[in-house]
């Protein structure tokens, strides 16, 4: 699975790609590849992040040090992106790339201050 997601994301980003031509659907790309990659071979260098929305750079940024094992890396980021206004923290709860996060007493307390969806 991880390897099709690698393939489809560098398929959007060979040259001529529709996404290739578009700075937020080829920064998407780049990501997915990131954090497919990440799951297969780590670790991976970070793709650059995506210019003029600072939030979903550090939380795309946390996804990837969560799934390369660096939980403290992982939280500052998302401290960081909480303090900005990152606001879909339910996403944060249940998004697969933090699992290794969710026992962490640290994850829980950041998380704590914003009361899960109904």
């Known amino acids: 699975m991880w ?3 690698i393939n489809h994301g560098r398929d959007a980003l060979r040259p001529g790609s529709t996404a290739r031509d578009h700075p937020v659907a080829r920064w998407q790309a780049e990501q997915s590849v990131a954090i497919s990659l990440a799951r297969l071979h780590p670790p991976v260098r ?3 992040p995506l210019p003029g929305d600072e939030i979903v750079s550090l939380v795309q940024s946390a996804q990837l ?5 660096t939980a403290e890396d992982a939280i500052a980021k998302l401290k960081q992106a909480l303090s900005l206004g990152a606001g879909d923290v339910q996403h944060l709860r249940d998004d697969p790339n933090f699992a290794t996060l969710r026992g962490r007493p640290d994850f829980r307390a950041l998380l704590a201050p914003f009361a899960p969806a109904s």
């Open 3 to 5: 390897q099709r997601g």
């Open 46 to 48: 970070e793709p650059a």
């Open 65 to 69: 040090a969560a799934v390369q094992g």
